[in-house]
């Protein structure tokens, strides 16, 4: 007997064993008869079927159609409802951004951040709160207060594929209803031997004029005869944004209406008396009006830094021995200069009043008093949002018998973002008496006419620089931020056993063990009076501070160009910084009041009241037969899962509130004291997933399961914080309770795919879903919290009754031999819920959402054209009483490319975003006179270059 060959194989099913200890799993991402849902490193050695893996290997098409025609098979060969996104090679994703070759995708909508980037994903029309997201079958640490995953946190060059699971099977990780969402990494032995490729961008926005930048490259190589391979990869990318943005920060004003019982009002200024009789008459009854907006423009510098590396072992046919890692840094800066207005209505504030359909749509305000006129602010608003995330991860796979494959995993992913005390929002009030004429019209920002006693406008005399630091008055500041970490670590043991009788093929089997601890600390000056230090009767003029605080008047390219509105388009900037530091500098000096100022009183400090921790422990068991026959596929499996809940807070009775002036109270707290809840729930999660061929060309798939979604992370925590009383808005807020149950889902799915041609299909699906405790907002008014002589509204996060969401899925892909191809999709949703019997919208749920593309790939060349577009949807109910909801309007997204191949190792790009610039737009039950939101991001154009060796 040769010792050498014992020994070998001993020593590999030693180092295989070892892994096999509790993490999360390869068996968490595989369905039942395909690899299509597991990261590369996890699939079985013996394949799902010999006609995935034969068709697979006869792709030999490259670019957009052979990423699009590797989905397809990964589509074709899921064990459930499935679509994919595929590299165009290696390192080179569809899409700048993830989250935008997601969009591509039937059922799938995102939401964007500064700069147009996608960065939330929703699918099926359930909102990102619905949707997992995993990296090789993997929990991603995330870096806000839930669950969802913001994509762009993480650079698409180091994706390799990304698949959208609709269905569910027993040995997926659960916690989704809308959809799972695994991103995979790629192998070194996807192409055996030495590969790499070196990718040179450069970008500009036409609408901001700002310019940037990416290096990309990605290598990999196998040695010893193919045993071992190696990937590495790097991103490094710095680019520059605008986004013009207008909105609400104080919200609408409406009148208590008699007719609606459940609306008391919002009107702290007073209720809107057209009349002036000091009464609520009929015509007064839930009259809406402006209660504050604000217009400018987001400037970012946005920094991205990635690296990945995997090394794969295969020492023989029966193991696999994966080592990997991923670690990002995004650095984002935002800076935001915008113009803010407070007109809410006061007694002997307005005159000149006109109404159209129960709107106030203008109003002259003239009143002497300084507190009853218009007083335009400049406020500068940053967000320091740096962001660190990685994920590590060790896992193998040990082939023990001809029949029984064992696999393990074990991972850490963290995410973690510092920004405690750094951002700001700063406010510096004009202090000059004027006359101003506020009127409504179609669009995103009102009509501002402001003209001051000495003969100024404000319009003409910003565009000019007649303003400066004495025009001015230090009114607000506050400091604050998050302190963000999240930890999950999890690995799992499984296995999957032929059986290959009593019509079961393979057995497959694990269990799971999940931690997470996630902690948020607030760091803030709200709570302790500092961000209010600076107003009303102690407000510094600004040019005492000296230093020129406001250092100039600039004019922004393009700026709201899409809005027709007649407001001031410059902006007189101040730099926080240096602002900060001239406030210190005026340490000691006196203030109106006579008490010396004290720089150090308004300083940011932990907020006890929204800050949290949370920790989950989850252990999940599951069992899953995988059965076929002759024209037939299936699976049948349940899920176990239990959790434990531990959550953190703490809470401050307010002992009294003082009036310090028209809208600026101050409120005096308790020392705060700690609030621990524990809880913990059990599911059961069937499911069962069947298909039938028709013809090799036809097939049927159905699918039926119960899922479930957990709450978001800051929903367990019972936080609250009253922060609305500095400005005469009496609101508790809370954040959440650990008692809160996870929604769940009994669902099914129905799907007739027609692969009728060399990687093109069509297919319809309908699918159903009948959630239950849905997590919705209760709003509770006149309510006594305790307080003497305050009556409250409060604000809970609460399990709702049900919700039902049915819909209907089209898709078509086709690919001619002219080297012409198209891809369409259609989803329609029908959702509604019930919350105490009363039916309501169910929140973040698109209508329906639709796309087309158009592509010609021959030769040297590789064009293409997408528009994707999202109707309008809920994403806030009853914010101004029954029926008056807060919706995203509809959006289409328009992109385009051209690249040329001049030989096998040089290529050029050309790619153009938002084709048709179009802005994102929010509005109460889609009256453009009641807008809530408006975000411009303007076109951009892309720049590459890509070297291969």
């Excluded at 951040?113 to 949707?131: D, I, M």
């Excluded at 931690?515 to 107003?535: C, F, I, P, Q």
């Excluded at 054209?865 to 101004?880: E, K, Q, S």
Aim: with cysteine; net charge negative.
């Amino acid at each position: 007997m040769n010792a050498a060959p014992f020994h070998r194989n001993t020593l590999s099913c030693a180092v295989a064993l070892a892994l096999l200890i509790p993490a999360t799993a390869f068996s968490q991402t595989a369905p039942a008869s395909a690899a299509t849902t597991q990261s590369p490193q996890a699939v079985p050695v013996e394949q799902a079927t010999p006609r995935a893996a034969t068709e697979l290997a006869t792709v030999v098409v490259t670019g957009e159609r052979g990423s699009m025609a590797r989905s397809t098979e990964l589509k074709r060969d899921a064990a459930t409802v499935q679509d994919s996104i595929s590299a165009l090679e290696l390192g080179m994703f569809p899409d700048d951004n993830v989250a935008d070759s997601l969009s591509h995708i039937t059922g799938v909508a995102i939401s964007r951040t500064a700069g147009g980037e996608g960065q939330k994903v929703s699918v099926r029309g359930l909102g990102p709160e619905f949707t997992l997201t995993t990296f090789n079958g993997r929990i991603l640490a995330t870096d806000g207060a839930g669950r969802d995953f913001a994509f762009d946190v993480l650079p698409a060059d180091v994706i390799n594929g990304a698949d959208v699971i609709k269905g569910a099977q027993a040995s997926l990780t659960e916690g989704a209803i809308g959809g799972l969402i695994n991103l995979r990494s790629a192998s070194p032995f996807d192409q055996p031997g030495q590969h790499g490729i070196v990718r040179l961008e450069g970008d500009r926005n036409q609408m901001s004029e700002l310019n940037g930048h990416k290096f990309s490259a990605a290598y990999s190589n196998t040695f010893a005869n193919d045993t071992v391979g190696v990937l590495l990869g790097v991103v490094k990318a710095k680019r520059r944004d605008r986004t013009d943005v207008a909105g609400n920060d104080g919200g609408w004003t409406r009148n208590p209406d008699p007719n609606d019982p459940d609306w008391y009002g919002n009107a702290w200024g007073g209720n809107i008396d057209l009349n002036g009789n000091g009464e609520l008459d009929p015509e007064d009854y839930g009259l809406i009006a402006p209660g504050q907006f604000r217009v400018g423009s987001i400037l970012e510098d946005k920094k991205r830094t990635a690296y990945s590396g995997k090394i794969e072992w295969r020492p023989s046919d029966r193991v696999r021995i994966v080592v990997d890692g991923l670690k990002t840094r995004l650095d984002s800066p935002q800076v935001s200069y915008q113009q803010s207005y407070y007109p809410l209505f006061a007694p002997g504030r307005w005159s000149d009043i006109t109404v159209q359909n129960g709107i106030v749509t203008g109003f002259t305000m003239d009143n002497p008093d300084p507190e009853l006129r218009l007083n335009p602010e400049l406020l500068n608003q940053t967000q320091y949002r740096v962001v660190d995330t990685a994920l590590y991860g060790i896992n193998g796979e040990w082939k023990a018998t001809d029949d029984l494959t064992l696999t393990g995993d074990l991972y850490r992913s963290t995410s973690e973002r510092r920004s405690g005390g750094q951002d700001t929002y700063v406010v510096l009030r004009m202090n000059q008496p004027n006359t101003a004429r506020i009127t409504l019209g179609p669009y995103a920002v009102p009509n501002v006419d402001v003209k001051f006693d000495d003969g100024r406008d404000l319009v003409s005399g910003l565009a000019s620089g007649q303003f400066s630091d004495s025009d001015f008055n230090t009114h607000y500041m506050e400091l604050s931020g998050d302190n963000i970490r999240d930890e999950i670590t999890g690995g799992t043991v499984a296995g999957k056993l032929f059986v290959g009788k009593w019509g079961v093929d393979n057995l497959r089997f694990g269990v799971t063990r999940t931690e997470r601890e996630k902690s948020r600390d607030l760091v803030n000056n709200t709570l302790n009076g500092g961000a209010d230090y600076y107003s009303e009767d102690n407000a510094i003029n600004v040019a005492d501070l000296g230093g020129n605080v406001i250092s100039h008047s600039f004019h922004l390219p393009h700026f709201m160009s899409g809005v027709g509105s007649s407001f001031p388009r410059s902006f007189l900037a101040f730099d926080v910084p240096n602002y900060l530091a001239r406030l210190q500098a005026y340490n000691g000096n006196l203030r109106p009041d006579g008490t010396p100022y004290d720089y150090a009183l308004a300083g940011p400090q932990w907020n006890p009241l929204q800050s949290y921790r949370v920790s989950e422990k989850t252990n999940a068991f599951y069992v899953q037969a995988d059965m076929s026959g002759d024209r037939w596929e299936g699976d049948v499996g349940v899920r176990l899962v239990q959790t434990d809940t531990r959550a953190q807070a703490w809470d401050a009775k307010i002992l009294s509130i003082t009036e310090n002036g028209a809208f600026n109270y101050t409120a005096e707290y308790a020392a705060p004291t700690p609030v621990v809840q524990d809880a913990s729930y059990s599911y059961l999660l069937p499911s069962a997933n069947f298909t039938w061929h028709f013809t090799d060309q036809l097939q049927l798939r159905a699918g039926a399961a119960k899922t479930m979604a957990r709450p978001a992370v800051d929903q367990l925590a019972p936080t609250n914080t009253t922060e609305s009383v500095a400005w005469g808005e009496f609101t508790q807020v809370y954040g959440g309770n650990a008692d809160l149950k996870p929604y769940s889902a009994a669902q099914g799915d129905l799907s007739l795919e027609w692969y009728f041609a060399q990687h093109s299909v069509a297919s319809m699906a309908v699918f159903y879903k009948r959630i239950t405790n849905q997590i919705t907002t209760s709003w509770e008014t006149g309510q006594d919290i305790g307080v003497p002589g305050y009556l409250f509204n409060v604000m809970r996060p609460i399990n709702g009754d049900h919700a039902r969401v049915k819909g209907l899925e089209l898709s078509l892909q086709h690919f001619w031999d002219n080297g012409f191809g198209v891809r369409a999709q259609y989803t329609r949703n029908l959702s509604t819920s019930w919350v105490d019997g009363e039916q309501r919208p169910l929140e973040g749920i698109a209508p329906a959402t639709y796309s087309l593309g158009v592509m010609y790939e021959k030769g040297k060349w590789s064009l293409g054209a997408n528009a994707d577009r999202t109707n309008g949807f809920v994403t806030a109910i009853n914010v101004l009483g029954t029926g008056y909801n807060e919706q995203a309007d509809a959006i289409t997204w328009v992109t385009a490319h051209v690249s040329y191949k001049f030989n096998d190792m040089i290529s050029v790009s050309l790619d153009g975003q938002n084709l048709l610039d179009k802005a994102q737009t929010y509005s109460i039950n889609g009256n453009p006179l009641l807008s809530q939101g408006y975000y411009r991001y303007g076109r951009s154009v892309n720049l590459g270059v890509a070297l291969r060796f």
